[in-house]
């Protein structure tokens, strides 16, 4: 099968299209024929090393497609069943991936691969994060990079769910105005040094961007109730927050990512997300889409934040 393998980390240019043996569906893992898969930085801040990961690999994530094996401990019924969902590291960029059961789900009858692709991960875990926040109605709510792809499906869940203002950041003039067609009233440029002094009362803020303006944000926060739901890291830091920054403000920081947090993504906001693309309730927002031979030129794009929509390989 054809693949994507880096051998070292570096640019765009390290990522090498290959001829290499299928993989086998191991103890409960199903074996998926891809017919769309993912990019996103994730995977850009594996390939350049700042998210390590064991060399070499066939990069990727993500992935829908058709089960064509499923490996010991996994339901046989799944075998010709398309499903969408990632493989718990990496191995999606390729024709062929094992991926374990536990972190695919069915994709329902006329959702398109590309569509379950685009929207599976990002949209279950806005379903989570929001869940998660336990938003009252009326509350003011945070959403950093809303033109990413979790952060458009971020604001129109907050806007559903009963938030009174969202207030999201974005980067380019475009981002910005697509951040206010998902439902945001204000949005911020998060490229201004210092944009978190714009900020204010917020309740609920969800956090991807990482580094120094999370300090920012939580000096926003509202006394005694206001919380920060972390769950990604766009600039590719932590969370520049201590302790003593929540102390004094009787405020909270949650952790959404690990084990845990992964399980009730699959087990409950998968198929929540996938009854709503069924339904029309949410819409996938599938952005450019490349051949698997050219991931480089996709993983420019994701570098250049040029994207909107969720960038899509079609091996
Ligand atoms: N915990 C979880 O369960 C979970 C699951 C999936 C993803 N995530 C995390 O969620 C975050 C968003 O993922 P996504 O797939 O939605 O992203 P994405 O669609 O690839 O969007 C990335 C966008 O973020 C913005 N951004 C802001 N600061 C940035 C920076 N310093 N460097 C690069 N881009 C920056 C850029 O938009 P502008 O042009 O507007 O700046 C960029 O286009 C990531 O951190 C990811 O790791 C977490």
Redesign the pocket.
Known sequence: MRAIVVHETGGPEVLSLEDMPRPEAGPGQVLVRAQAIGV???EA?MRAGIMPVPLPAVLGVEAAGEVVAAGEGVDQGLVGRTVAGVTGGTGSYAEYAAMPAAMVRPVPEGVPAAEAVAAG??LA?AL?LVHRAALREGETVLV?????????YLIQLAREFGAGRVVA????GE??DRAREFGADTVID??EEGWTAQLDGIDVAFE????DSARGVVEALTPGTGRMLY??????LAPAVTPDDLLGRGVSLVG??GPA??RE?FDVHYPEGFARLADGRTKAVVGPTFPLDQAAQAHRL??E???QG??VLIP
């Open positions: 996103s930085i994730v801040h991960a990002a875990v989570g950093e990079a809303g033109a990413s792809n979790v952060g458009g950041t974005a980067g380019a981002k910005r998060h490229r991807s961007i990482g580094g769950y990604g890291r766009l600039s590719g959404c990512s947090w992964f993504v994701v570098e934040r040029g994207a969720k960038i």
